[in-house]
């Protein structure tokens, strides 16, 4: 099963409104990573927060982490038609040795 | 050119045959990475290796198997393909604990 869950599973606002999704994960992290996918397409990364840090920028993303609450946040500022799509959340472990472990996504629609 | 290629990029075949799927990065990373995608939803791990002679069991390997064929190359097999293997499949590559590149993947679909 996955670690991440995500939510809303699918989000529909009007361009020029922010867009926040949350993820949540079940066990200790090294660092949480938000990407993106459009419809049928390979994943691409958007950016990596590490388990000592808070809270990071990207040009219009601003993702926080919460360790105690085992959750993440991405915000999307000022959104854009361009920016539908899916987003994931992904959990890298502690450990090293294991691989990602992706959440369910949620679905993005910006109304243009 | 992309850096984690895929090939083919679109399957359709019947059940019971087997089929190769297969990825090739110029990235130069030791990890690489098999998902399988459903329709709406996300990524389940098939296999990964972290480096030649490091293969993993993901979530869901049970009806596949790989060969990481050099550094550069890894390609997972359906031996018997069946219906409920269609999906989409994604490779990807990284470094330890770092970002992954996705390949832009392959449709697969199982008669």
């Known amino acids: 099963s996955q670690q991440g869950e995500e939510d809303p599973q699918a989000l529909s606002i009007q361009e020029g409104e922010n867009a926040t999704m949350n993820c949540s994960y079940k066990?200790?992290?090294?660092?949480l990573q938000w990407y993106r996918q459009n419809s049928g397409r390979g994943l691409v990364h958007l950016i990596l927060?590490?388990?000592?840090?808070r809270e990071k920028h990207s040009g219009r993303l601003r993702v926080t982490l919460d360790t105690s609450k085992k959750s993440s946040s991405l915000l999307i500022t000022a959104s854009r038609a361009a920016d539908t799509a899916s987003y994931f959340c992904?959990?890298?472990?502690?450990?090293?040795?294991?691989?990602?472990?992706f959440g369910s996504g949620t679905r993005l629609q910006v109304q243009p | 050119d992309a850096d984690v290629t895929q090939t083919p990029r679109n399957r359709i075949t019947k059940t019971g045959k087997r089929i190769m799927l297969e990825c090739s990065q110029t990235k130069g990373h030791d990890r690489m990475y098999w998902y399988r995608q459903d329709p709406g939803l996300g990524l389940q791990l098939i296999y990964y290796?972290?480096?030649?002679?490091?293969?993993n069991k993901g979530e869901i390997s049970d009806g596949y198997s790989v060969s990481r064929q050099a550094q550069a190359k890894f390609s997972l097999s359906l031996e018997s393909a069946i219906p409920n293997q269609t999906a989409l499949y994604f490779c990807a590559t990284s470094q330890r604990g770092g970002t992954q590149y996705f390949g832009p993947g392959t449709r697969l679909t199982v008669l």
């Open positions: 992904a959990s890298s472990m502690d450990t090293g040795r294991r691989a990602l472990t």
């Open positions: 927060i590490r388990s000592n840090e």
């Open positions: 066990t200790s992290i090294n660092n």
């Open positions: 290796s972290f480096d030649v002679k490091d293969i």
